[in-house]
């Protein structure tokens, strides 16, 4: 079942972002903290990084987790190239997950008119932050459910700008859920503190100086009706802690028709609530940083808000009236070097009302992430 697959991911988080005008994203250099190879010392043309990162799961006896789900595995194998000069940047990526080679990032960069930046090639809509964040630069080792959804890359061109503390971006792109139809993506994010956002989640080496952001966003693919997703977002970290939160709302008909896409009824593909349309979720992640840079403690909240009435199971039975699903998730880092080698421990409990108690699902799970 793809609602299985997506509880997977939980512990399985996707890959990186290339959105250098945004405060919110890493620049190239903060993506490799303290390791990046050069290849040529002279002119520093060409940069090599990349992650690896091993986790293992275990879920409470008799849910519907699949044990191919669990045991220990190799979630990313990432290798990146990249590149820059005054005007042009450049990436491609790969990652050798399930034992075969997949391309990631590959696109270039260059500055336009306006001072604009224009990109073209593969990379992720700009339109959450926890889709945008490399997998190695996030607090938990996974994103949020939203985030899952929109952390798919597709072929397309990006221009990003900026106004002050005001910056921008503007994508069209190949559909996620059809090729042959466009997605659109309109992304502002504002720095209240003029400082920059952390290019990573949590409060991790912020030096203790209090930063606040906010982004807000709209999407609309094609092949969909005609109906808008938007996001807004706010982050604060301050000192030792740091809160993070996500909104989204789905337009009413933001489903295709006759329910293909987020849930299909033919062929049969019933994904357990997992349809999106007119529903409003909602994530907020708090962390704190018991000992600075090196122990961090972080809750984070999902609520799905399912079509109640609307959803669908795995038979595909309409679900109960009072079907509706959140997370709560607790996760412990510990930074060996910063978010370069760091230990993840975390628990994962899924609520599921309106079904049985023995629906929820409770996940744990231990993992290492290293950066070069």
């Not at 190239?28 to 190879?37: N, V």
């Not at 990109?119 to 809509?125: A, M, Q, S, V």
């Not at 704190?288 to 079509?307: C, K, T």
């Not at 959803?311 to 699903?325: E, H, K, L, M, Q």
Request: hydrophobic fraction near 40%; charge should be negative; glycine fraction near 10%.
């Amino acid at each position: 079942m793809i609602l299985n697959w997506t509880c997977a991911l939980l512990f399985a988080a996707p890959l990186n972002a290339e959105v250098q005008s945004d405060p919110v994203l890493p620049s190239a250099e903060d993506q490799s903290e303290s390791l990046s190879l050069r290849l040529d010392e002279g002119s520093s043309d060409v940069s090599v990084d990349g992650f690896l990162r091993v986790t293992r799961l275990d879920a409470t006896g008799g849910s519907s987790v699949s044990d191919s789900l669990l045991g220990t595995k190799i979630d990313h194998a990432r290798l990146r190239f990249s590149g820059e000069n005054d005007e042009v940047s450049w990436r491609v990526g790969v990652d050798a997950l399930n034992s075969s080679l997949s391309l990631q990032d590959a696109w270039i960069s260059l500055d336009a008119a306006f001072d604009t930046r224009v990109t073209l090639g593969n990379f992720r809509p700009p339109f959450l932050t926890s889709s945008l964040l490399d997998a190695d630069r996030i607090f938990f080792p996974t994103r949020t459910r939203n985030g899952l959804f929109y952390s798919v890359r597709s072929p397309g061109a990006r221009a990003d700008g900026s106004f002050g503390d005001l910056t921008w971006s503007a994508a069209i792109q190949d559909g996620i859920l059809d090729p042959s139809e466009p997605l659109g993506t309109l992304r502002f994010t504002y720095d209240f503190t003029g400082l920059g956002a952390l290019p990573w989640e949590g409060s991790l080496r912020s030096d203790f100086k209090s930063r606040f952001w906010a982004a807000v966003a709209v999407s609309k693919e094609d092949t969909l009706n005609c109906d808008l997703a938007r996001a807004l977002e706010l982050h604060y970290v301050g000192g030792r802690y740091s809160i993070a939160a996500e909104w989204l709302g789905y337009g009413n008909d933001y489903d295709r028709e006759a329910g293909v896409g987020p849930w299909s009824p033919d062929p049969p593909n019933f994904i357990w609530g997992e349809r999106r349309g007119a529903t409003h979720p909602v994530s907020i992640t708090g962390t704190y940083m018991f000992i600075p840079n090196l122990v961090e403690l972080a809750l984070r909240w999902e609520d799905f808000d399912d079509v109640r009435g609307d959803g669908f199971t795995n038979t595909g039975n309409s679900a109960d009236v009072d079907y509706d699903r959140s997370n709560l998730y607790i996760g412990l880092n510990y930074y060996v070097e910063g978010h370069d080698m760091k230990f993840h421990l975390g628990q994962l409990r899924e609520s599921r009302d309106g079904f049985d108690d023995s629906d929820d699902i409770t996940w744990w799970g231990l993992g290492m992430s290293l950066s070069f």
